[in-house]
C-alpha cells in the first residue's frame, strides 16, 4: 500500500550518488587524460568516422591447394577473436576473392595488435629432444675440413677418413665441434626414428643450427617465416629469448584445441590456492593424440633427472609452438586420457591469461601471406559525424520544445534529464574508448539518438501517471508516489526490453550494427539510472515549492488544465462527474470497490435525509 508521506524519503540521497557517480566518472578521465597517452577527452572514433590501417592476407597452402569457404570463416573469425581480445573495437574483417582476408583496424593500432593479424603460423604441440642456453655456441673448426672442440679430446680422433667423405651418410654423421657432436646421427638413422622423441632425429645439419642459433638477439624473436614443416625437426627460440630448443616433429596441432582459460589451481578439496594455471580441453583427436603423447613422455626423465645427463635421452616435456616460437615448454608426469590437462608454473594473471588467448586462438587453418598493409581514410569523414550530431541535436531540441508546450515549466525538467543522460553518456563513452578500446561508429550515433526518444517516452509515462492520479483527486505529494510506484513498472518493463533486444543484436550481429546495439543497451541503461537518481528525486523536491503544491497554470499541474473539476470520459463509454464518488480514505490511500460502495450509500443516504427534512418544512 502505497505512503504519501515523502519528506521522509530524502530525495538528496539518490541525487548525491548520482553526483558523486559523474563526479568519479570525470575524475577518472581526467586522470587518465593527464597520465596515459591511451586516454582522451573524447570517445574514439570508428574506421569509418576515422580512418585506419588496412591489412590484406593471402591464403596459402601447399601445392596451390584450393582454399574452402569454411576454411576461410574460421580463420576470419579466429583473427576478429585475437583483435577483441586486444581491446581494438569496430575492426572490419572480411573475406575477398575467396583466397583473401581484408583486415581493417581503426585509428592507429599498435604494433602488437598488427602482429596479432600478421600472425599466420599455426600452434604446434612438439615434444623437446634437447634445451640449451639461448647463446650461440662457438665451435673451432680445423683446417683441412677437421672440427674439433676444445673441451672434447676423443673429437680429435675423429678425423675424417676416405670413406666417409665417399659416404654421405658418414659424412652427415661428423662431428661439429660441440657438446652435441655425440647425438648426431646420419640421415638414415633419422628416417627409422621410433617415435617424435628418438634422439636419432637429430643430424649434422640440426646441430650445426643450434649451435649458430642466437636467442639473445632480437631478430631471432619475430617469429614467422612461415609455418615450420610439421614432419622435421625444429630448432627455435623461447617467445623470451631465455632458452632454445631442437624440437622432435608436430605431434598434436593448435586445431585440436577445444577451449583453453587460465583460473586459480584448486585442490581435490575444493580449495583455492594462489597459484595461476592454464586449463586445456582438447577435441576427441586431440584427446587421442594427447593421450599417446602423454603416454611416451610421462616415462621420460624429469628435467631436474634429465640435465644431468642430457644427451642420454629426451626428457618428458612438449612445447607449445606458435609462429615458430616457443610459447611453453611444460613437463609431462602422468598420461591424460580425458582430453583435459592444465599447465601450471610460474604463472601470474597476466601471463596465465595471455597463454590462454594464444591457446584458443593461435590455431588458424590457414597460412596466411601478407599482401599489403596500407593507411585508409574514412569511409564516412568527420562530415557524416557532424550531421550525425546535428541530428541528435534537433531530436534534442524538439524533445524539449514538446515537453514545454505539454508540460509547461515540468517540461524543464525533461531538458535537465536528457541533459543529465547526454553527459553520463558522453563521460561512459570516453571512459571504455580508453578503457576497453571502444570506438564510436555513426551506426553508434544512430543508436544514441534513438535513445532520446526511449528517455523522453519514460518521462511521458511517468509524467502522465501523476497527472491521472491528480484527476482522482489525490494531492500533489500523494500523486507523484503513487504514480512513480506504478510508472517505473512500466519504465524498467518497456527499458528491459530494449535491453534484452539490444544484447541479442550485439551478440547475432557483427560491424557497425554491433555499434548499434552497444549504444543503444548502454543509454537504456542510462536513462533507468537517469529516472531513478535525478528525475523522481527532482520531482519530489519541486513538489515541495508553493510554484507546483498549488498548481500554478504554468506548472503542468494546473487543476483546470488536468480536468480535476469536470467530468471526463474514463473509458469504455463511461463518463465520470468530478467528485462524485469519494476514491481516497482519510488517509490518502485509495479505496477498495466495496468502501467505494459503502461511501456511496453513506453519501446517498444523507442526501435522501437531506431531501425529506426539506420536504417536511415546505408541508408545514
Request: a negative charge; hydrophobic letters at 40%; one cysteine or more.
Amino acid at each position: 500500500m502505497a505512503s504519501t508521506n515523502t519528506r521522509g524519503r530524502a530525495p538528496w540521497r539518490p541525487l548525491i550518488t548520482l553526483l558523486v557517480i559523474l563526479a568519479a566518472g570525470a575524475g577518472a578521465l581526467f586522470a587518465g587524460v593527464t597520465t596515459s597517452s591511451e586516454a582522451q577527452w573524447t570517445p574514439k572514433l570508428a574506421l569509418d568516422l576515422e580512418g585506419g590501417t588496412q591489412i590484406i592476407l593471402q591464403a596459402v597452402t601447399a601445392n596451390n591447394e584450393a582454399v574452402s569457404a569454411e576454411d576461410i570463416s574460421q580463420a576470419i573469425a579466429i583473427i576478429r577473436q585475437r583483435v577483441d581480445s586486444s581491446g581494438v573495437a569496430e575492426a572490419e574483417i572480411t573475406s575477398q576473392g575467396g583466397r583473401n582476408i581484408v583486415v581493417a583496424l581503426p585509428g592507429n593500432p599498435s604494433e602488437e595488435t598488427l602482429a596479432l593479424v600478421r600472425e599466420s603460423a599455426q600452434m604446434q604441440f612438439r615434444p623437446v629432444l634437447y634445451m640449451g642456453d639461448p647463446a650461440p655456441i662457438e665451435v673451432e673448426t680445423p683446417a683441412d675440413g677437421e672440427t674439433t672442440n676444445d673441451t672434447d679430446d676423443a673429437s680429435d680422433a675423429q678425423e675424417p677418413t676416405a670413406d666417409a667423405q665417399q659416404d654421405p651418410a658418414a659424412e652427415s654423421a661428423e662431428p661439429v665441434g660441440g657438446p652435441l657432436d655425440e647425438l648426431i646421427s646420419d640421415d638414415a638413422e633419422a628416417a627409422e626414428a621410433e617415435n617424435p622423441s628418438d634422439l636419432a632425429q637429430i643430424t649434422r645439419d640440426v646441430v650445426e643450427e643450434f649451435y649458430a642459433l642466437d636467442c639473445t638477439s632480437p631478430d631471432s624473436l619475430t617469429g614467422g617465416g612461415g609455418v615450420a614443416d610439421p614432419n622435421a625437426v625444429l630448432v627455435t627460440c623461447s617467445e623470451e629469448g631465455d632458452t632454445k630448443y631442437i624440437l622432435g616433429p608436430m605431434e598434436i596441432s593448435g586445431n585440436d584445441i577445444a577451449q583453453a582459460s587460465s583460473g586459480l589451481k584448486q585442490l581435490q578439496g575444493g580449495a583455492m590456492t594462489n597459484d595461476w594455471i592454464v586449463n586445456i580441453a582438447f577435441n576427441s583427436q586431440g584427446t587421442r593424440d594427447f593421450e599417446t603423447v602423454t603416454s611416451r613422455l610421462s616415462q621420460l626423465p624429469e628435467y631436474e633427472q634429465w640435465i644431468y645427463a642430457p644427451t642420454s635421452s629426451a626428457p618428458n616435456m612438449f612445447a607449445i609452438v606458435l609462429d615458430n616460437l616457443v610459447l611453453s615448454s611444460p613437463g609431462v608426469t602422468e598420461v591424460f586420457r580425458t582430453g583435459e590437462a592444465f599447465i601450471e608454473g610460474t604463472f601470474t594473471n597476466e601471463s596465465a591469461n595471455k597463454l590462454a588467448n594464444q591457446l584458443s586462438f593461435g590455431a588458424l587453418p590457414l597460412t596466411f601471406e601478407v599482401q599489403s598493409e596500407e593507411t585508409i581514410s574514412a569511409t564516412l569523414g568527420s562530415e557524416q559525424l557532424q550531421k550525425g550530431i546535428l541530428a541528435g541535436l534537433i531530436g534534442l531540441i524538439l524533445v524539449g520544445v514538446y515537453s514545454l508546450v505539454q508540460y509547461r515549466v515540468l517540461g524543464t525538467l525533461t531538458i535537465a534529464s536528457l541533459v543529465i543522460a547526454a553527459v553520463a553518456t558522453y563521460l561512459a563513452l570516453a571512459l571504455l574508448s580508453w578503457v576497453q578500446g571502444y570506438r564510436l561508429s555513426l551506426a553508434g550515433v544512430a543508436g544514441i539518438i534513438v535513445a532520446i526518444g526511449i528517455t523522453a517516452d519514460s518521462f511521458i509515462v511517468y509524467f502522465e501517471r501523476i497527472r491521472d492520479e491528480l484527476r482522482e483527486g489525490r494531492s500533489l505529494d500523494g500523486a507523484i508516489e503513487v504514480g512513480w510506484d506504478r510508472a517505473k513498472r512500466t519504465i524498467i518493463a518497456s527499458d528491459a526490453v530494449n535491453f534484452i533486444a539490444a544484447v541479442v543484436l550485439y551478440f547475432l550481429a557483427v560491424g557497425g550494427v554491433r555499434g548499434f546495439a552497444f549504444t543503444l543497451g548502454l543509454t537504456t541503461l542510462i536513462d533507468l539510472i537517469v529516472v531513478f537518481f535525478f528525475t523522481h528525486p527532482v520531482l519530489q523536491l519541486l513538489a515541495r515549492t508553493r510554484f507546483f503544491r498549488n498548481g500554478h497554470k504554468l506548472s503542468g499541474f494546473n487543476p483546470e488544465s488536468l480536468g480535476v473539476d469536470r467530468p471526463r470520459y474514463v473509458g469504455r463509454g463511461k463518463v465520470a462527474t468530478a467528485q462524485s464518488t469519494p476514491m481516497f480514505n482519510d488517509d490518502g490511500t485509495r479505496m477498495t470497490i466495496a468502501q467505494r460502495k459503502a461511501a456511496q450509500r453513506s453519501k446517498e443516504q444523507t442526501e435522501q435525509v437531506s431531501s425529506q427534512s426539506t420536504t417536511r418544512k415546505d408541508g408545514e
